[in-house]
C-alpha cells in the first residue's frame, strides 16, 4: 500500500483511503469494466459532480480499461482499488485538464440530451483552447482556469474482460455492425413481451452503433446510405415503442426526419399522422393521412379507423376547452328578463 502511494505521490496524485475494500486486489487487464460513483469537487470542497445526484438519479460512472478514456486519471487512481473501497484521489491539473469537457458530457447524458443527432466533433486540442461556453457556469471557470481536483471514488464492480456485453463506445467498428442483428431481435421480442421500456432501449442502442459508423463517413455516399437505410426501420420501431408510452412529440420530430429525407416513407407518415392526432395537432394529422392514403391505398380502413379517433378527441376537446370557459366566467350566463312580471 505505501508502495503505491508512492507512485501516486510521484505522478501528482494523493490517495486517502476513507473505506477499505475486500478481497485481493484485481489484475485489471485492458478490457475490465469498472463500475463505479464519483463525487468531483474542488481543493475547497465545493463540489461539482456527484454521480449519486447528476440529474436527479443515482447512475454509476462505467470504464472499459485501455480504451483510452478522455480522463485517463480515473484509469490510473482505480486500478489501486479494490472491490467496495472508497477513497479521495486529489490530482494535480496535469491530470484534470480535460475534466471540463468529460463533465459536460456527463451532465448532458444525464439530462437525456439525445446523443443521436447533430454531434459536433471537434479535436481535444482545439476543445482545450476553445472559449466558447460549455453551458455550465463552473465548467466555464474550470476550462479558463484549470485547477487541482478531487475525486471521492467509491469502486462497485470489477468485471473481467469477456464477462459483459461492450458499450456502443467501446466497440470496435466490426462489433458495432455485428452487434445491431442481435440488438434488433431482442428488442422484438421484448416488444412482444410487452416490454416496451426495455425494447425501446435495445432499439436505441442499435441505433446508437449504426450512428457511430455513419458519423465517420461522408452524407450522400454509399457507405452513409446503407448504414441509413438500416437505421429507418430501428428508428421507426424505436417511434413505436415511445409512441407507446406517451412521448408523442418526439415520435413527431424522429419521423420528420425521415421524412425529410425518404418523403414516400409510409410508416414514417402513419406514425407521425397518429402522433399529431395525440395532440390534437388536425391539420397535420389529416395531412399526413392524406398521404398515407396516396401512397398506399390499402391502408384504407386503417386510416379511416385512426380518422373517426381523431374526430372523437377534437369533438372531446371542444367540450372540455367549452366547458372550461364556462367555469371561467362563473357558469352560465343568463339573459335578463323581459317577461311581464
Known sequence: MEEVASQLNEEGIQKK??????????T??????????????????????????????????ELILGKKFKLAVWERVVITMRKGEVADFTCSTQHTALYHLVSQSLRNISAGKDPLEGQRHCCGIAQIHSHHSLGYQDLDALQASPQPLVFTIELLEVLPPGSFMLDVWAMSDKEKLDAVPQIHEEGNS????????????????????????????????????????????????????????????????????????????????????????????????????????????????????????????????????????????????????????
Open 17 to 26: 483511503l476513507t473505506s477499505p475494500g475486500r478481497g485481493e486486489l484485481s
Open 28 to 61: 485489471f487487464p485492458d478490457g475490465t469494466k469498472v463500475v463505479f460513483h464519483y463525487r468531483t469537487s474542488l481543493c475547497d470542497g465545493t463540489v461539482l459532480d456527484d454521480s449519486r445526484k447528476m440529474g436527479g438519479q443515482s447512475k454509476p460512472m
Open 190 to 341: 421484448l416488444f412482444k413481451e410487452g416490454r416496451i421500456k426495455e425494447a425501446s432501449e435495445k432499439y436505441y442502442n442499435s441505433i446508437a452503433c449504426l450512428k457511430n459508423l455513419q458519423m465517420k463517413e461522408q452524407p450522400g455516399e454509399e457507405v452513409w446510405i446503407k448504414l441509413d437505410i438500416m437505421i429507418t426501420p430501428l428508428l421507426l420501431n424505436y417511434c413505436q415503442c415511445q409512441m407507446v408510452q406517451g412521448q408523442y412529440y418526439e415520435v413527431i420530430e424522429h419521423c420528420t426526419s425521415l421524412i425529410s429525407k425518404y418523403e414516400d416513407n409510409v410508416k414514417a407518415l402513419y406514425k407521425r399522422g397518429k402522433a399529431h392526432s395525440a395532440v390534437w395537432n388536425e391539420v397535420e394529422a389529416r395531412a399526413d393521412f392524406a398521404k398515407v392514403l396516396e401512397l398506399d391505398p390499402t391502408l384504407g380502413p386503417s386510416v379511416a379507423k385512426e380518422l373517426r379517433a381523431l374526430e372523437g378527441k377534437m369533438r372531446a376537446k371542444g367540450r372540455e376547452e367549452k366547458d372550461r370557459y364556462k367555469d371561467l366566467f362563473g357558469g352560465n350566463t343568463q339573459t335578463a328578463s323581459t317577461s311581464p312580471a
